[in-house]
């Protein structure tokens, strides 16, 4: 069965104060790992997708990474409006049974303070 | 490109009845999956839906279905309701490409 942990559960940051969140993932034939943003109240906004080992995205102060095992997602210099839960999810590459369907981590919830 | 719609915004229903959810996705996109949201369980994948056809589904009872009309518009009905399904219900199309796309959701709350 596929699974996804995210650490940590939450992560409290100063403005300014770069850090890590990490996304640990079991698949059987990884089709592609995404992370997702979502504020309270609305629904998972896409911010990256990986597909192979070694892969690196970038998108203002966000930057995701992959290895065979777990993907990071670096933010460096955050600021307050980057206060938001950030979700990791996988997608098998095992026929009928991955169709459409992502695994989600129970996600990091992220506060950025000023 | 409009994103995801999804209506009603908010529902309050209470045990035994039924409720239908829609979902209208981006314009282009054939593949509708939708998704219950809970604080204990978080995101867990209910069913996918691509021309009209079930590709898959998750671990839900037979109570929660759905189906997919011509325009790949989708809505997922969920009979004789329980107080635990009370949940946000997200779904998400998507195109040839694997990234899933997300609506508000519809928060709806069984008493």
């Known amino acids: 069965e596929d699974q996804v942990t995210q ?3 939450a992560l409290r940051l100063q403005e300014g104060e ?3 969140l990490n996304c640990s993932y079991t698949v059987s034939g990884l089709r592609g790992l995404f992370w997702y943003r979502q504020d309270p109240g609305k629904g998972p906004e ?3 997708t990986l597909y192979s080992a070694g892969e690196e995205k970038e ?3 966000l ?3 992959l290895t065979k095992k777990e993907s990071f997602l670096h933010i460096t210099a955050p600021k307050p409006e ?3 839960t950030y979700l990791c999810a996988v997608q098998a590459g095992a026929g009928g049974t991955s169709y459409g369907k992502l695994t989600f981590g129970q996600g990091t919830i992220l506060t950025v303070h000023p | 490109k409009a994103g995801v719609t999804q209506t009603p915004r908010y529902l309050i229903k209470t045990r035994g009845q039924q409720v239908t959810l829609s979902c209208s996705p981006i314009s282009g996109h054939r593949s509708v999956s939708w998704y219950q949201q809970t604080p204990g369980q978080g995101l867990q994948f209910l069913f996918e839906y691509f021309s009209e056809t079930q590709r898959n589904k998750g671990n839900f009872p037979g109570r929660f279905s759905g189906r997919q009309f011509s325009n790949s518009r989708s809505e997922m009905n969920v ?4 107080l635990g399904d009370s949940a946000l219900y997200l779904c998400a199309s998507s195109s040839e490409v694997y990234e899933q796309f997300f609506g508000p959701g519809t928060r709806l709350t069984v008493l």
């Open chain 2, 79 to 82: 009979s004789t309701l329980e």
């Open chain 1, 59 to 61: 998108k203002e102060r």
């Open chain 1, 46 to 48: 896409f911010l990256f």
């Open chain 1, 7 to 9: 650490s940590p559960e």
């Open chain 1, 82 to 84: 980057d206060s938001a």
């Open chain 1, 18 to 20: 770069s850090s890590s």
């Open chain 1, 63 to 65: 930057k995701a990474t």
